[in-house]
């Protein structure tokens, strides 16, 4: 396949990603590709020890598969008391094949007995960067953060977001309708500061900060 830099291939199987991508890098002179455009199929298996180490697995095995630019992400949602945990095992902290309220199950009974005030969390999603022309491989983090809650509150966000209060919002990411959640969430910030590198070659940088 010809390396082009005038094309950005998503290294996921999800539909929803590639479509929120494609919206956020719609004015920049680049062409969203997913797996699904090229018929490539992956299966990359997640043996990192961080979010960096599995973003960058998938990145690799995207820019191999399709010899474009590529981007991938990994998420994790970090909650101090529990040392970080359930981090890189976030979608399996209940076991392998554990549902979201497994997993969510799982984390309150960790949390047993711990004040709330001693409950602060961070969703962290890593975006990595892989570029088959000149070798080089970036990485970038987006934080949201907030405190793990003992009841489910909300009904439109999946995994972690019925537990993880926003102080300052009043609310749980899984309350936020989708436009408010684009613009606060981990992965939206992550996702800005990835503009920010394809700016300086596909359209005109503008500086954004994490908030």
Known sequence: ????????????GNADK????RDKFSDLDIEI????????????EETGETLEENALLKARAGME???????????????????????IYSARFAGEDASYEDNNRHLLKKLEGVP??????RFVTVAALCDPVSGSEQTVRGIC???????????QGFGYDPLFYLPDLGQTMAELGTEAK???????????????LLEENFGPVREERER
């Open 1 to 12: 396949m010809t390396q082009s830099r005038e094309k950005l291939f998503v290294a996921t």
């Open 18 to 21: 590639v479509l929120e991508i």
């Open 33 to 44: 590709l997913s797996p699904g455009d090229l018929d490539i199929e992956l299966d990359v």
């Open 65 to 87: 598969k399709s010899g474009l630019l590529t981007l991938a992400d990994d998420t994790g949602l970090e909650v101090d008391a529990l040392e970080g945990r359930p981090g």
């Open 116 to 121: 709330l005030e001693e409950r602060t969390a």
């Open 145 to 155: 953060r907030g405190l793990i809650i003992d009841e489910f509150r909300g009904e």
């Open 182 to 196: 684009n613009e606060i969430s981990h992965r939206a910030r992550a996702l800005r500061r990835i503009r920010l």
